[in-house]
């Protein structure tokens, strides 16, 4: 298997519930990405790893909970989320952290989150 | 923090027809993306433009960086309903992290 699978493609969880989404790169990058899409927004970083250290964190709030154990493996854990946390959470990496010119993003397909 | 807007937001257009979008700042940028995304899936990248004034041509696309490396346009020529989708523009200063910016809805009808 090849480039940025994540999952579950879909998910919907309460208010009350712990959930968590997986990413996995098979491109040998070296660092990973979480966005989120929202509707009339443009993709918000969220955070990023590089190395398995995380180099970003962009005023999240604390119920999102990124994992990095390995640099092929990125995790996002989510407890007592809110309905405006719906969105599409987009996983990506990159050969360096950035997304610079010789170094884009390749993107997965995301997980569709609702929150009810 | 880069600000970037793209306009049109939306377009909708007959197959054949040819569009340009556009993405802009007040901001210099030392490179810019374009990426397309389809529905149901995430954003691919389609061209990196570096140099002030660069065009690159992808086929039936075409970009082209602004002189100033404060913006950038996409041309369609004989857009196709494969062209469908929402194109986003990205851009970072050496060594901050992708802005993104609102991306401009395609819809090319057959």
């Known amino acids: 298997e090849t480039g940025v699978t994540q999952t579950p493609r879909h998910l919907v969880m309460g208010m009350t519930n712990k959930k968590s989404l997986k990413c996995e790169q098979h491109?040998?990058?070296?660092?990973m990405y979480w966005y989120k899409q929202s509707a009339k927004k443009p993709l918000e970083l969220m955070f990023v790893?590089?190395?398995?250290?995380?180099?970003e964190n962009n005023s999240v709030p604390s119920r999102f909970s990124p994992e990095c154990p390995n640099s092929s493996h990125l995790f996002l854990h989510l407890h007592t989320l809110q309905p405006e946390d719906s969105a599409l959470y987009l996983c990506?990496?990159?050969?360096?952290?950035?997304?610079?010119?010789?170094?884009?993003?390749?993107f997965g397909n995301g997980t569709r989150l609702t929150v009810t | 923090t880069q600000l970037l807007e793209q306009s049109p937001q939306f377009l909708s257009i007959q197959e054949g027809e040819n569009l340009t979008v556009y993405c802009n700042s007040s901001?210099?940028?030392?490179?810019l993306q374009w990426y397309r995304q389809e529905p149901g899936e995430g954003p691919v990248l389609l061209v990196t433009v570096v140099t002030g004034g660069e065009v690159k041509k992808l086929k039936r696309l075409t970009f082209q960086f602004g002189d100033a490396r404060k913006d950038s346009s996409l041309h369609i020529t004989a857009a196709q309903p494969g062209d469908t989708g929402l194109y986003l523009c990205?851009?970072?200063?050496?060594?901050?992290?992708?802005?993104f910016g609102g991306g401009t809805r395609l819809m090319v009808k057959p």
């Open positions: 990205a851009a970072n200063n050496a060594g901050n992290m992708l802005t």
């Open positions: 790893y590089s190395l398995e250290e995380r180099v």
């Open positions: 491109l040998g990058h070296n660092a």
């Open positions: 901001s210099v940028f030392s490179s």
């Open positions: 990506a990496s990159s050969q360096s952290a950035g997304g610079l010119y010789n170094s884009p993003l390749h």
